[in-house]
């Protein structure tokens, strides 16, 4: 396995087009493109890294796996009243199909979707509070207390996250919040800038890859069944509109971010994080995608077979 991954660092290395990072979020634009990281982590706890593994990236929307976790703990099934389970065949942050469907999101991993979930962990409580259960959360799945928020990030998100106020004021019009506009809001803003490293992410993701267990504490985080959903909910909408193209080449539950992360899940098998900020013209990483598509091939572990 490290031999696998130490090839794969070195073809992304020689890459020319690295994608560009995102510069919409002023402080992902100052991150540096040139960057690779792998973590492959197997439920017997042995973990494989190359490149720098551990330099800290802003997650993004790869948080939206985890707080969806938190949230179907909350309400269970219930949570499918509130938001969808289709791929939405849309750009991330489109308010097209919120008109059309009376400002129901199409599924969990649209920032619609995700807006909403945060809504529903809030339940009543103030934000400093939710946002102390996710870092809980993220440090639980991870095995790490050192996790936490980069606060430049979610100021920079903050002070330029028109669209996204935007789409959660136009659910509300619809009277699908229970919170106030802004907490939700604050608490999605600040999730999404949750800083880890590739071999935190990829611990973090080990219990969707072992029927709801985190092998490396023994703990059962979800149901098997609630874990395939999470999974199944990953491999359909967790790339955007280029989910498809990502199932079609890789082969594998993963979600994406704009920071340039993706977790990706080989069911029974292991839980991989990249990272690589440059990004392809959707939104999704450029050296990410191609780096999974090459592990993949390699150790036959598309959930579609070899």
């Given at each position: 396995m490290q031999q696998i991954i130490d090839d794969i660092a070195a073809q992304m290395a020689s890459k020319t087009d690295k994608g560009k990072v995102a510069s919409y979020i002023p402080q992902l634009a100052q991150v540096a493109p040139e960057q690779f990281a792998?973590?492959?982590a197997l439920p017997d706890g042995a973990?494989?890294?190359?490149?720098?593994?551990?330099?800290?990236?802003?997650?993004?929307?790869?948080s939206k796996v985890f707080t969806l976790t938190l949230a179907l703990g909350k309400l269970g099934e219930r949570l499918w009243n509130r938001v969808g389970r289709e791929p939405s065949g849309d750009p991330f942050n489109s308010i097209v199909q919120l008109e059309h469907e009376n400002g129901k999101p199409r599924n969990p991993f649209i920032n619609a979707g995700a807006i909403t979930v945060a809504d529903i962990i809030l339940q009543g409580h103030q934000p400093k509070e939710t946002l102390a259960e996710i870092l809980q959360f993220m440090r639980f799945v991870a095995n790490d207390d050192t996790i936490s928020i980069d606060e430049k990030v979610a100021r920079s998100?903050?002070?330029?996250?028109?669209?996204?106020?935007?789409?959660?004021?136009?659910?509300?019009?619809?009277?699908?919040?229970?919170?106030?506009?802004?907490?939700?809001?604050?608490?999605?803003?600040?999730?999404?800038?949750?800083?880890?490293n590739t071999i935190q992410l990829a611990t973090a993701g080990l219990f969707l890859a072992n029927d709801g267990v985190n092998p490396t504490t023994g703990y059962r985080v979800v149901s098997p069944k609630r874990a395939k959903r999470i999974n199944s909910l990953m491999l359909m909408c967790g790339h955007y509109d280029g989910?498809?193209?990502?199932?079609?080449?890789?082969?594998?539950?993963?979600k994406s971010g704009v920071g340039g992360g993706i977790m990706a899940v080989a069911p029974g098998k292991a839980s991989i994080a990249v990272w690589a900020p440059g990004l392809d013209p959707i939104g999704n990483s450029k050296l990410g995608t191609q780096a999974l598509e090459l592990l993949a091939r390699k150790t036959g572990w598309s959930v579609f077979g070899q």
């Open positions: 792998i973590t492959v973990i494989y890294s190359a490149g720098c593994a551990k330099t800290l990236f802003s997650i993004q929307s790869i998100e903050l002070e330029t996250g028109d669209r996204n106020a935007s789409l959660a004021h136009f659910m509300a019009s619809f009277g699908h919040f229970e919170n106030p506009v802004d907490s939700v809001l604050g608490t999605y803003f600040h999730h999404c800038s949750i800083a880890m989910s498809g193209e990502f199932a079609f080449r890789v082969g594998l539950p993963g």
